[in-house]
């Protein structure tokens, strides 16, 4: 009986407030909207030039000519890479008042050089798509696919960057 006293006391107590702790006022750092645009178009990004390198690859070991399957991956990628380049460049532009460590100030300045890198690439990848259509020169397609796999390399590098940016200095994430 005397147990079940003290349970109830226990229980109707244990819902009021402390007296030893404060309330503290919490500051949350807020970012602007367009940094939520950027992670979806970078995740289109990093899976489109795989896809391109996969069919690529399938219509190369089927002994057969870039299908145009291979020409819309490639249109797209280059379309998904301008992008995240162009949402990565605004976001840049658009936390430049909030305080980072300098590490994470070079590592994001390097990110920025490699996605322009990327995109040049990716330029260059769609260019021999096109160059190929007009003329079927085995030499094209399979310069095609190592410059499409240094993409893909490219593209997981700036994947790791991007990853330390958020994970190892909370860029882009709002932080108390």
């Known amino acids: 009986m005397i147990l079940a006293v003290l349970l109830l006391l226990n229980l109707s107590f244990s819902h009021e407030p402390v007296p030893t702790l404060e309330q503290v006022k919490e500051h949350v750092l807020t970012y602007p909207t367009i940094v939520k645009l950027h992670p979806p178009t970078v995740h289109f990004a990093i899976s489109l030039p795989f896809a391109t390198l996969i069919s690529g690859f399938y219509f190369m070991l089927r002994w057969r000519k870039l299908e145009p399957v291979v020409h819309l991956f490639s249109l797209l990628t280059l379309i998904s890479l301008a992008t995240a380049v162009a949402t990565g460049y605004y ?79 909370s860029v882009g994430v709002p932080i108390k």
């Open 91 to 169: 976001v840049h532009q658009s936390i430049t008042n909030i305080p980072l460590h300098a590490e994470a100030v070079e590592l994001l300045h390097m990110h920025q050089r490699v996605g322009f890198v990327l995109l040049f690439i990716a330029l260059i990848n769609f260019t021999l798509t096109l160059l190929y259509s007009f003329k079927k020169n085995p030499f094209l397609a399979y310069l095609f696919i190592a410059i499409n796999l240094l993409l893909c390399v490219g593209v997981v590098y700036q994947g790791s960057l991007g990853g330390s940016l958020v994970y190892d200095y």
